[in-house]
């Protein structure tokens, strides 16, 4: 797939992996609609790409509220004619134990995550179905592998790999590519945002960021992924470890990831 002059929308893109993928897509010749909850960072990031030399706009829109996507969709189409590539990239997580989570907490991850992904897709579909594009949902390895404190995050990535898999087969023969992306780790904003129990943020990422693939490497690799059309894209050599021996040992695993979880800062299962 050639991404030149193509018209991409990414969802909560004005910071971490989604505003990485409008760099480096808009380098490669792709025009970009972002979107983002806060206008201070949308314009922010809007001037961040013009001055990058990219074609863009983009527009305040809460992944959460059905409305919102529709005028997401709406307004890229007035302003560049088009849609080609959808990017379903906004998310938040959390971090608590379930019997400590408040149920508002779950709901609000996954009216993001989750639902947020499908309302995108919903009001895109017609658009990408026409010009024979594709459709990329920013999952996780936590789509494949629950972890503990995430039952939440967890749930709603597991709930977005089955959604996309149904999808992929109802358009395998429209011309529709539909990609799923799981990063394992990625040094962004995401575990900083992650909400408590409670529903306020941790605010302080309980890991070494500094150590994780960055969102500019993520989103490189998420290019040329979707150059060559693949169906899955599992990130980082610990992320594909666990995919694979998660499908074989997943009893050993569950101790594996405990063990590795536990030793968290301030973690909640010590």
């Not at 863009?56 to 059905?66: H, K, L, N, Q, S």
């Not at 989750?114 to 579909?125: E, I, L, P």
């Not at 149904?166 to 358009?171: G, K, N």
Request: contains cysteine; positive net charge.
């Amino acid at each position: 797939m050639e991404i030149k002059n193509k018209v991409v929308v990414i969802t909560g893109a004005t910071s971490g992996i989604g505003q990485a993928c409008a760099l480096i897509f808009g380098k490669a010749g792709a025009k970009i609609w972002i979107t983002g909850r806060s206008r201070v960072k949308l314009d922010e990031t809007l001037v961040f790409l013009q001055k990058e030399g990219i074609v863009c706009g983009g527009g305040v829109c809460d992944a959460a509220i059905a409305e919102q996507n529709q005028q997401m969709a709406d307004d890229a189409i007035k302003h560049f004619g088009k849609i080609d590539v959808l990017i379903n990239n906004a998310g938040i997580s959390m971090r608590a134990l379930f019997r400590e989570l408040d149920l508002k907490v779950f709901h609000q991850v996954m009216d993001i995550n989750f639902w947020g992904t499908v309302y995108a897709t919903k009001f895109c579909m017609d658009e990408i179905i026409k010009n024979k594009g594709a459709i990329i949902g920013v999952s996780s390895i936590n789509g494949f592998r629950g972890t503990p404190a995430r039952t939440a995050y967890t749930a709603s990535k597991f709930a977005m790999n089955g959604f996309f898999e149904s999808l992929r087969t109802e358009v395998m023969k429209l011309g529709v590519h539909v990609m799923v992306v799981c990063p394992g780790f990625t040094a962004s904003n995401i575990r900083n945002n992650a909400l408590l129990g409670d529903g306020t943020s941790q605010s302080e990422s309980p890991r070494e960021e500094e150590k994780m693939m960055t969102a500019e490497e993520v989103a490189e690799a998420m290019l040329t992924a979707l150059r060559k059309k693949k169906r899955d894209l599992v990130l980082t050599n610990q992320g594909k470890m666990a995919v694979f021996l998660n499908k074989w040992i997943p009893g050993i695993m569950d101790k594996i990831v405990y063990n590795h979880m536990a030793k968290e800062k301030d973690s909640p299962f010590k």
